[in-house]
């Protein structure tokens, strides 16, 4: 992806990045659910974004509102080509830092098995029966402090004028209920719901090219 009108991030706006990430998902359903000890969650979370946003930086396209980061979207173009090897060689990287840390933080490994057990939730598998033609927010947050100032607006719109000029779906993935009403507003349709453990819902939306209505083939049984 590409814009003029939001500040690219890069290796340098990774503390900005990480802040951002942690007051922003601190209170999140899914967090919530997989580090339910909030001083654990407030201590781990920035080590956990940490190794999610060096992983996104190498393959993903992060973009902000100016370099204090008050508003921060990753994007996934699947347009774009990418080496295979070097992508899963980073993700698996990435992974077993992020699994020797949560190990390093709860020697009871409790921490540990609920990441293993929400791991449909940390991921975007259900894309997979999306169009290749696509894009995919990862994250779109703004600080609390800054919300209700037109941050949100000012980051979303590119993404999604972009989008329109390449006839692109758009699709990202919510455990929060009260996201919706803001995703449809800018013309995200519910795609599906999943459930696996944790009494947790994952919200899976799409926004067709002009917000159109994106038809809903449902996915095929897995076997």
């Avoid at 503390?15 to 659910?33: A, G, H, M, V």
């Avoid at 393959?59 to 899963?88: H, K, M, Q, R």
């Avoid at 598998?125 to 402090?145: C, G, K, N, S």
């Avoid at 449809?184 to 090219?209: I, K, M, N």
């Amino acid at each position: 992806m590409t814009t003029d009108r939001l500040y690219r991030l890069t290796k340098e706006d990774l503390p900005n990045i990480i802040r951002t990430l942690t007051e922003c998902f601190s209170e999140d359903p899914l967090y919530q659910k997989l580090i339910p000890e909030p001083t654990l969650r407030q201590r781990t979370l920035p080590e956990i974004f940490s190794c999610d946003a060096e992983e996104m930086l190498a393959s993903c396209d992060l973009w902000a509102d100016s370099p204090e980061v008050n508003g921060l979207v990753i994007v996934d173009d699947e347009t774009e080509p990418y080496n295979p090897l070097a992508y899963f060689s980073t993700e698996a990287f990435y992974a077993l830092k992020t699994d020797a840390y949560l190990i390093q933080e709860d020697g009871s490994l409790k921490t540990l098995w609920n990441f293993f057990l929400g791991r449909q939730y940390l991921n975007s598998r259900w894309t997979e029966d999306l169009p290749d033609d696509r894009m995919h927010l990862i994250y779109f947050a703004v600080r609390p402090q800054k919300r209700g100032s037109g941050i949100a607006h000012r980051m979303i719109t590119p993404v999604l004028d972009y989008a329109d000029q390449k006839n692109l779906l758009v699709s990202l993935e919510t455990h929060n209920a009260a996201n919706l009403s803001l995703y449809r507003h800018y013309g995200f349709h519910l795609y599906e719901t999943l459930q696996s453990h944790f009494d947790l819902t994952q919200y899976c939306l799409v926004r067709a090219p002009g917000g159109k209505k994106a038809p809903h083939t449902p996915p095929a049984p897995k076997p």
